[in-house]
C-alpha cells in the first residue's frame, strides 16, 4: 500500500513539473497588439478576462475581448486616429494581430504556441496558426477557417459589417496537432486562454458625419490646457476615446472619455508660454475616429502665480488652478457686495493681506486644492440657491422641533 501511495505521488508530481501553459504576461492590462501592412504596430483596446489569477481568460466564458479593425471598400484604414497606421483587408497576409503572452512549455521544446478559431456552437475549434513560426496572426488566417455564421468577404462588399469570433492560444507539437487540427478545449482538457475577438469596418457614421466633434474651445491652465468640447453620436456605446491632433492634422495625444456627448479635458505636460491649436476627434474601440473638429484658438499655457496676480482671488484661484466660473463669481461678489460696504471692504483688505501666504501650500498639496475646490462648489451653491437653503434649513428646525414635542 505505502508503495502504491509513493508511486502515485511521484507520478502526480512528474506531471505538474511537466505541466504547460500560456497566459497574458499582463492580465491586469492585456496588450494585443495590430501589425498594419506595412509592419508598424499600435496597441488594440483589448477588455481584461474573468477568473482568478493566474487564470484569468482560461475559460470560454471568461475570455479576454479584442477589437481589431479591418479594411474595407471605403479605404477605411484613412480613417485609423493614427495616420500611419495601414489597416489590412481580409485577404492580408502580412496584417494582423500579435500577443503579449508568457508561455511554459514544462521543458518540452517541440511544443509551439497553436491558435485555433471556434468554428461551431458545440465548442469545437480549429488550429489556423503557430505563433511560434509566424509571430502573429494574419488577416488571411482568421479568415480561412470554416466558420459557421461568419463571412470575411462581406468586409469587402459593406462598409458597416462587425463579426465575432472566439480564438484559444496553447501549446501543442506541430508535427501532430498542427494546423488544421480539429479540438475540443473543454473536452480535450487543454491549458491556455481564450480571447474574443470583435472585427469591424464599420465607419459609416463616420463618413456621413451623423457622429462627430461640433464644438471645442480652450481654456490655459498652468502647463495645461483645458478643453471644452460638443459633440453628435449616434453610436455612442462605442465610442471610447478623444484624439487630440493639432491644428497641422499631425497626431497630439489620446485620452479616455468619461463624458461622451460633452465634457471637458485636460491635455497635461505642455511647456507655458508655448500657444497650442488643438482639433479633435472621436474615436471608437476599433481605433476609427470621426472627422477631426476646426481648430481651437490658439492657446499658451502660464504659471498659476500669474494667473493670481490677474485675479487677486488667491486661494480659490490656487485650488482651482485656471480661470473658472466660480472664481468669476466671487469676484462679482467681492465688487458688487463686499467692496459696497466698510465692513466687508475690511474683510477683502485682511483676505488679502493674508491669503497670499498659503498659496504655495495648496498648488503643492492636491488634497488641499481638492478641498479648496469642494468648499468654494459648496459656497457657490448655497449662495446660487440661498432661498431654497433657507427654507429647507427651517424645514428641518421646524421637523425637529415638532418631533421633539411629540416625543416628550
Same mark, same amino acid.
Given at each position: 500500500?505505502?508503495?502504491?501511495?509513493?508511486?502515485?505521488?511521484?507520478? #502526480?508530481?512528474?506531471?505538474?513539473?511537466?505541466?504547460?501553459?500560456?497566459?497574458?504576461?499582463?492580465?491586469?492590462?492585456?496588450?494585443?497588439?495590430?501589425?498594419?501592412?506595412?509592419?508598424?504596430?499600435?496597441?488594440?483596446?483589448?477588455?481584461?478576462?474573468?477568473?482568478?489569477?493566474?487564470?484569468?481568460?482560461?475559460?470560454?466564458?471568461?475570455?479576454?475581448?479584442?477589437?481589431?479593425?479591418?479594411?474595407?471598400?471605403?479605404?477605411?484604414?484613412?480613417?485609423?486616429?493614427?495616420?500611419?497606421?495601414?489597416?489590412?483587408?481580409?485577404?492580408?497576409?502580412?496584417?494582423?494581430?500579435?500577443?503579449?503572452?508568457?508561455?511554459?512549455?514544462?521543458?518540452?521544446?517541440?511544443?509551439?504556441?497553436?491558435?485555433?478559431?471556434?468554428?461551431?456552437?458545440?465548442?469545437?475549434?480549429?488550429?489556423?496558426?503557430?505563433?511560434?513560426?509566424?509571430?502573429?496572426?494574419?488577416?488571411?488566417?482568421?479568415?480561412?477557417?470554416?466558420?459557421?455564421?461568419?463571412?470575411?468577404?462581406?468586409?469587402?462588399?459593406?462598409?458597416?459589417?462587425?463579426?465575432?469570433?472566439?480564438?484559444?492560444?496553447?501549446?501543442?507539437?506541430?508535427?501532430?496537432?498542427?494546423?488544421?487540427?480539429?479540438?475540443?478545449?473543454?473536452?480535450?482538457?487543454?491549458?491556455?486562454?481564450?480571447?474574443?475577438?470583435?472585427?469591424?469596418?464599420?465607419?459609416?457614421?463616420?463618413?456621413?458625419?451623423?457622429?462627430?466633434?461640433?464644438?471645442?474651445?480652450?481654456?490655459?491652465?498652468?502647463?495645461?490646457?483645458?478643453?471644452?468640447?460638443?459633440?453628435?453620436?449616434?453610436?455612442?456605446?462605442?465610442?471610447?476615446?478623444?484624439?487630440?491632433?493639432?491644428?497641422?492634422?499631425?497626431?497630439?495625444?489620446?485620452?479616455?472619455?468619461?463624458?461622451?456627448?460633452?465634457?471637458?479635458?485636460?491635455?497635461?505636460?505642455?511647456?507655458?508660454?508655448?500657444?497650442?491649436?488643438?482639433?479633435?476627434?472621436?474615436?471608437?474601440?476599433?481605433?476609427?475616429?470621426?472627422?477631426?473638429?476646426?481648430?481651437?484658438?490658439?492657446?499658451?499655457?502660464?504659471?498659476?502665480?500669474?494667473?493670481?496676480?490677474?485675479?487677486?482671488?488667491?486661494?480659490?484661484?490656487?485650488?482651482?488652478?485656471?480661470?473658472?466660473?466660480?472664481?468669476?463669481?466671487?469676484?462679482?461678489?467681492?465688487?458688487?457686495?463686499?467692496?459696497?460696504?466698510?465692513?466687508?471692504?475690511?474683510?477683502?483688505?485682511?483676505?488679502?493681506?493674508?491669503?497670499?501666504?498659503?498659496?504655495?501650500?495648496? #498648488?503643492?498639496?492636491?488634497?488641499?486644492?481638492?478641498?479648496?475646490?469642494? #468648499?468654494?462648489?459648496?459656497?457657490?451653491?448655497?449662495?446660487?440657491?440661498?432661498?431654497?437653503?433657507?427654507?429647507?434649513?427651517?424645514?428641518?428646525?421646524?421637523?425637529?422641533?415638532?418631533?421633539?414635542?411629540?416625543?416628550?
Amino acid at each position: 500500500m505505502k508503495i502504491l501511495f509513493i508511486t502515485t505521488f511521484l507520478i #502526480l508530481s512528474f506531471q505538474s513539473l511537466q505541466a504547460t501553459s500560456v497566459r497574458m504576461s499582463d492580465e491586469d492590462n492585456p496588450v494585443i497588439t495590430l501589425r498594419d501592412k506595412d509592419g508598424d504596430t499600435v496597441t488594440l483596446f483589448t477588455e481584461k478576462g474573468g477568473g482568478n489569477s493566474g487564470s484569468v481568460g482560461t475559460t470560454e466564458a471568461n475570455a479576454f475581448k479584442s477589437y481589431i479593425p479591418i479594411d474595407g471598400p471605403s479605404n477605411q484604414a484613412n480613417f485609423h486616429y493614427l495616420d500611419s497606421i495601414n489597416v489590412g483587408n481580409y485577404l492580408s497576409t502580412t496584417s494582423g494581430v500579435s500577443f503579449s503572452i508568457d508561455v511554459d512549455n514544462g521543458g518540452d521544446g517541440s511544443l509551439d504556441v497553436m491558435v485555433a478559431i471556434k468554428v461551431d456552437s458545440d465548442g469545437n475549434y480549429e488550429n489556423i496558426a503557430n505563433l511560434s513560426t509566424s509571430g502573429f496572426l494574419s488577416y488571411e488566417a482568421l479568415c480561412d477557417a470554416n466558420i459557421d455564421d461568419y463571412s470575411c468577404s462581406d468586409f469587402n462588399s459593406s462598409s458597416d459589417h462587425t463579426e465575432e469570433a472566439t480564438i484559444f492560444l496553447y501549446l501543442a507539437d506541430d508535427d501532430n496537432d498542427g494546423i488544421g487540427r480539429d479540438l475540443n478545449p473543454s473536452s480535450d482538457e487543454l491549458d491556455g486562454i481564450f480571447i474574443n475577438l470583435s472585427i469591424s469596418n464599420d465607419i459609416e457614421d463616420y463618413e456621413n458625419s451623423s457622429t462627430r466633434v461640433v464644438s471645442v474651445t480652450s481654456q490655459s491652465g498652468d502647463k495645461l490646457i483645458y478643453l471644452y468640447y460638443s459633440g453628435t453620436l449616434v453610436k455612442e456605446s462605442v465610442i471610447r476615446s478623444m484624439a487630440i491632433y493639432q491644428s497641422d492634422d499631425s497626431f497630439f495625444r489620446i485620452l479616455d472619455l468619461q463624458d461622451k456627448e460633452a465634457g471637458e479635458l485636460a491635455v497635461n505636460k505642455l511647456t507655458n508660454g508655448q500657444s497650442y491649436a488643438f482639433k479633435l476627434a472621436y474615436v471608437d474601440n476599433y481605433g476609427f475616429r470621426t472627422d477631426r473638429s476646426a481648430a481651437t484658438a490658439a492657446t499658451a499655457p502660464s504659471q498659476v502665480e500669474k494667473l493670481l496676480s490677474k485675479t487677486q482671488c488667491y486661494l480659490i484661484t490656487a485650488g482651482f488652478g485656471r480661470e473658472h466660473t466660480v472664481l468669476n463669481y466671487f469676484r462679482y461678489i467681492r465688487d458688487e457686495y463686499l467692496l459696497k460696504s466698510s465692513l466687508g471692504s475690511r474683510f477683502v483688505d485682511f483676505y488679502y493681506l493674508t491669503a497670499p501666504h498659503y498659496v504655495r501650500y495648496i #498648488l503643492d498639496n492636491p488634497w488641499l486644492a481638492k478641498t479648496i475646490r469642494a #468648499l468654494s462648489y459648496t459656497l457657490y451653491f448655497i449662495l446660487n440657491n440661498f432661498i431654497a437653503c433657507l427654507l429647507g434649513l427651517l424645514a428641518i428646525i421646524g421637523y425637529s422641533t415638532w418631533h421633539a414635542k411629540r416625543t416628550t
